[in-house]
């Protein structure tokens, strides 16, 4: 079968580093995912991993690990619109669709 | 102009009455998705197509069927609506190249309430 944990909610303060985790279980795993969204809106893509390592972006890096079925997703210099639910997507290789974990709801305070 | 549109953005509609959402895009990508999202459990694929002559059922498609007129429409039915339908509804594209990650860009959601 194929499972996507991520905590459901943290807290951060403005201007800090966050962390947010995902683990995930996989019959044939071929890609990794990282989308914003904010209240009401759409899903936006932030990150994609398909190898082991830490993809920069800006104030955002994704890590993964596959042989772990590990991933998080880390913001710097967090500021007030980050404020938003980040959701881990897993692609497989069977039929090629993608499967969204729940989300984490990140609250940035002053 | 946005490149994956919906309509209408929000419903109000009562039980039993048949429903049409619709999706446009202008990415020019293969493959069309539906998804209802739902307080605390993410996004469910309800169906999802990769090309006009490819329908597939996600992971909750009783209730719902689908149509695709053309590679960039594509429309998600509900034939007699129920309460326990009422979520955000969204629409996605994604590249079928083979050289892409198969990226999904999402339309702005349907918020659709079932009375």
């Known amino acids: 079968g194929q499972n996507i944990d991520q905590p459901t909610e943290m807290t951060a303060t403005e201007g800090a580093i966050v962390q947010i985790n995902c683990t995930y279980q996989t019959s044939g795993f071929n890609g990794l995912f990282w989308y914003q969204q904010h209240a009401g809106e759409a899903p936006t893509f932030l990150s994609y991993?398909?190898?082991?390592g830490l993809e920069e972006k800006g104030r955002f890096s994704s890590f993964l690990s596959r042989s772990k079925g590990y991933s998080y997703l880390l913001l710097k210099e967090l500021q007030m619109k980050d404020s938003a639910s980040y959701l881990c997507?897993?692609?497989?290789?069977?039929?090629?669709?993608?499967?969204f974990g729940a989300g984490t709801r990140l609250f940035v305070k002053a | 102009d946005a490149d994956v549109t919906q309509t209408p953005r929000n419903r109000i509609t009562k039980t039993g009455k048949r429903i049409m959402l619709e999706c446009s895009q202008t990415k020019g990508h293969d493959r069309m998705y539906w998804y209802r999202q739902d307080p605390g459990l993410g996004l469910q694929l309800i169906y999802y197509s990769f090309d006009v002559k490819d329908i597939n059922k996600g992971e909750i498609s009783d209730g719902y069927s689908v149509s695709r007129q053309a590679q960039a429409k594509f429309s998600l039915s509900l034939e007699s609506a129920i309460p326990n339908q009422t979520a955000l509804y969204f629409c996605a594209t994604s590249d079928r190249d083979s050289t892409s990650t198969d990226t999904q860009y999402f339309g702005p959601g349907t918020r659709l309430t079932v009375l």
């Open positions: 991993n398909v190898l082991d």
């Open positions: 997507a897993v692609r497989n290789t069977g039929g090629f669709k993608t499967i």
